[in-house]
């Protein structure tokens, strides 16, 4: 059954309401959360702090491109894109029991060569026009499920997932669900994820 994956956004749910969010994202059952700040830099105090949550909630915390940062905080899983590092240097620096996603936009060579260098999951989107990334290139849902039967790892989709489309992600039978938007919408972040998880075939 497909998870929800939650990033966090810098304008969404800025530094001084973060770790609200975040208690509030783990108390709903979500067992995969990205920290990811686009905008402003990344803060080290807030970033501790919210590892220590995801450790309270046996959550798994990501740091979203900075193998460096990561490492530096002591979380144990980052996600890597193409202008990041790449997955062999990112593996050498973090070792071989750090938890490693990739994104593989819509290629599924990307991802077999992601798969051959140990990553421990693969993304690919944008599944449908993103709000957090207007320019991202997009992928079909058809990429979702040729991956999960190409290969024997955790598939992500990434990319304009909501309330009203979540149901045709899981029907592709993506491992993981990617969202961003969609939680810190209008109603409070636990009603959002409430309704998005009932959307989950």
């Given at each position: ?64 491109d900075d ?16 202008k990041d ?117």
């Amino acid at each position: 059954m497909s998870e929800i994956y939650a990033l966090s956004d810098d304008i969404l749910s800025p530094d001084d309401i973060i770790l609200q969010h975040v208690e509030d994202i783990l108390q709903s059952g979500i067992k995969y959360y990205q920290y990811r700040c686009k905008r402003f830099n990344k803060n080290e105090d807030i970033a501790r702090e919210i590892l220590c949550l995801c450790n309270d909630y046996n959550a798994r915390f990501i740091i979203n491109d900075d193998i460096v940062f990561a490492k530096r905080i002591g979380a144990k899983s980052v996600h890597i894109g193409k202008k990041d590092v790449n997955l062999q240097d990112a593996r050498k620096f973090l070792g071989k029991d750090f938890f490693i996603g990739v994104s593989c936009y819509d290629s599924l060579e990307l991802a077999k060569e992601a798969v051959e260098n140990g990553a421990d999951y693969i993304a690919f989107g944008s599944i449908f026009p993103s709000l957090t990334k207007p320019d991202a290139g997009s992928a079909s849902l058809d990429v979702i499920t040729q991956a999960k039967s190409m290969f024997n790892i955790s598939v992500c989709a990434i990319g304009g997932i909501n309330e009203t489309n979540i149901s045709k992600v899981s029907e592709a039978k993506a491992d993981l669900i990617a969202i961003v938007n969609a939680i810190y919408g209008s109603n409070s972040i636990k009603e959002n994820i409430l309704n998005l998880q009932n959307k989950i075939n």
